[in-house]
């Protein structure tokens, strides 16, 4: 199986703590870099959140939020959570602070709340406010990876701690955070959605040109983590669309259940078999880039290899497999690819400069090597 990503970013095992609760952890991804999170499902709130909802298909407590759900979720530190928790037993009330009946209307009427990424939050969501995220987007990896797995009206706790994140080691945590940091997340409701296996190729479609949008607005606002991530999710649903022969049978499936369905107001555009493999060539070459960015170079030559045999014509994945054979020292490889770079932009500066600076190096090494058998002749 072609495996498009290498990062870190699901490496999740499971456990039990001594009480039974299941604790699961994994390692996610923020702007700042790679952080450790460990969850651990407490408690699940009062049976009435779901019976008063008075949809099965909108808070089911059978099933969890799948892709493209509408989640209203809270997120609260700790130290905030014991002082709220403790005001509700005193007054021995229901612990939600939104009527039940109204967090489902909020939900399905209310759009996903757009907030940027920023290096001055981990959790990457408002503290103690009700917030409707749309699974999938990747947009708070921490609050929707914990929401993966519950179900409505549940809680968890989490403890979130920094991870050795390569060049992003050296960034520094502001004051106020007291790491690990210790918080619990509430899913309140959801709307429906879908796993990837049952969306139509249309919908897969616009979720990876979603994605890969989403890469590119991170990549220039200088969250390199968020973009590989981006990139990463935008190709695992990519290989899951066959080429052309899959692509109309896909196509003419789709056609029917619209029209079976009666939605014809908007038909989703398939990709041609070019449009297909150009993008998929262009995620491989941007996700390239950003390993180089995060210092992972052997990553990054697999990346620029794999966009190199979709688009041969393409400039920015030859210089880039370049670089990343110059960073793990093989220089053969290197020239070959700046030298095919030449052939496609023969004017570059940058393939003149890179090849200027292998002879250099090769000049460099054949030098000291030269001084060292004349020392062993000697």
């Given at each position: 199986?072609?495996?498009?990503?290498?990062?870190p970013l699901?490496?999740?095992?499971?456990?039990?703590?001594?009480?039974?609760?299941?604790?699961?952890?994994?390692?996610?991804?923020?702007?700042r870099?790679?952080?450790?999170?460990?969850?651990?499902?407490?408690?699940?709130?009062?049976?009435?959140?779901?019976?008063n909802?008075?949809d099965?298909?909108?808070c089911?407590?059978?099933?969890?939020?799948?892709m493209?759900?509408?989640?209203?979720v809270?997120?609260?530190?700790?130290?905030?959570t014991?002082?709220?928790?403790?005001?509700?037993?005193?007054?021995?009330h229901?612990?939600?602070?939104v009527?039940?009946?109204?967090?489902?209307?909020?939900?399905?009427?209310?759009?996903?709340t757009?907030?940027?990424?920023?290096?001055?939050?981990?959790l990457?969501?408002?503290l103690d406010?009700?917030?409707?995220?749309?699974?999938?987007?990747?947009?708070?990896?921490?609050?929707?990876?914990?929401?993966?797995?519950?179900?409505?009206?549940?809680?968890?706790?989490?403890?979130?701690?920094?991870?050795?994140?390569?060049?992003?080691d050296?960034?520094?945590?502001?004051?106020?955070?007291?790491?690990?940091?210790?918080?619990?997340?509430?899913?309140?409701?959801?709307t429906?959605?879908?796993?990837?296996?049952?969306?139509?190729?249309?919908?897969?479609?616009?979720w990876?040109?979603s994605?890969?949008?989403?890469?590119?607005?991170?990549f220039?606002?200088?969250?390199?983590?968020?973009?590989?991530?981006?990139?990463?999710?935008?190709?695992?649903?990519?290989i899951?669309?066959?080429?052309?022969d899959?692509?109309?049978?896909g196509?003419?499936?789709?056609v029917?259940?619209q029209?079976d369905?009666n939605?014809?107001?908007?038909t989703?555009?398939?990709?041609?078999?070019?449009?297909?493999?150009?993008?998929k060539?262009?995620?491989?070459?941007?996700?390239?880039?950003?390993?180089?960015?995060?210092?992972?170079?052997?990553?990054a030559?697999?990346?620029?290899?794999?966009?190199?045999?979709?688009?041969?014509?393409?400039?920015?994945?030859?210089y880039?497999?370049?670089?990343?054979?110059?960073?793990?020292n093989?220089?053969?490889?290197?020239?070959?690819?700046?030298?095919?770079?030449l052939?496609?932009?023969p004017?570059?500066?940058?393939?003149?400069?890179a090849?200027?600076?292998?002879?250099?190096?090769?000049?460099?090494t054949?030098?000291?090597?030269?001084?060292?058998?004349?020392?062993?002749?000697?």
């Amino acid at each position: 199986m072609d495996t498009e990503m290498d990062l870190p970013l699901e490496a999740l095992h499971s456990n039990s703590d001594h009480d039974g609760a299941d604790v699961t952890s994994w390692v996610s991804v923020c702007p700042r870099g790679l952080w450790k999170v460990q969850q651990r499902r407490t408690s699940k709130r009062s049976q009435q959140i779901v019976s008063n909802c008075g949809d099965d298909a909108l808070c089911s407590s059978s099933h969890c939020p799948r892709m493209g759900s509408l989640c209203r979720v809270r997120v609260r530190l700790k130290a905030n959570t014991d002082k709220t928790e403790s005001l509700v037993s005193e007054k021995g009330h229901e612990k939600l602070s939104v009527h039940p009946d109204q967090s489902v209307t909020e939900v399905t009427e209310a759009a996903a709340t757009n907030f940027p990424r920023c290096q001055e939050s981990v959790l990457q969501v408002p503290l103690d406010d009700w917030t409707t995220l749309r699974l999938g987007e990747g947009q708070c990896d921490i609050t929707e990876a914990c929401v993966e797995g519950m179900k409505a009206g549940e809680k968890c706790e989490i403890v979130i701690s920094p991870l050795g994140n390569g060049p992003d080691d050296s960034v520094c945590h502001p004051a106020e955070e007291n790491l690990p940091l210790w918080a619990t997340v509430e899913l309140q409701t959801f709307t429906p959605g879908k796993e990837s296996w049952e969306m139509s190729p249309g919908d897969k479609w616009e979720w990876v040109k979603s994605h890969k949008e989403r890469g590119g607005v991170r990549f220039k606002s200088g969250d390199v983590w968020g973009a590989a991530d981006s990139y990463s999710r935008a190709l695992k649903l990519l290989i899951t669309l066959h080429g052309q022969d899959g692509r109309k049978q896909g196509h003419k499936q789709e056609v029917e259940e619209q029209r079976d369905n009666n939605s014809g107001d908007k038909t989703l555009q398939l990709p041609s078999a070019n449009e297909f493999r150009t993008t998929k060539a262009e995620l491989h070459s941007n996700l390239s880039l950003c390993q180089l960015k995060l210092d992972q170079p052997e990553r990054a030559k697999a990346s620029a290899a794999k966009a190199t045999q979709l688009e041969p014509g393409g400039a920015k994945a030859w210089y880039r497999l370049g670089q990343a054979c110059q960073m793990v020292n093989e220089l053969e490889e290197a020239k070959q690819a700046f030298r095919k770079l030449l052939e496609l932009q023969p004017d570059s500066p940058a393939a003149l400069k890179a090849l200027k600076n292998i002879a250099n190096r090769e000049k460099e090494t054949n030098a000291q090597l030269g001084l060292r058998l004349s020392k062993m002749f000697s």
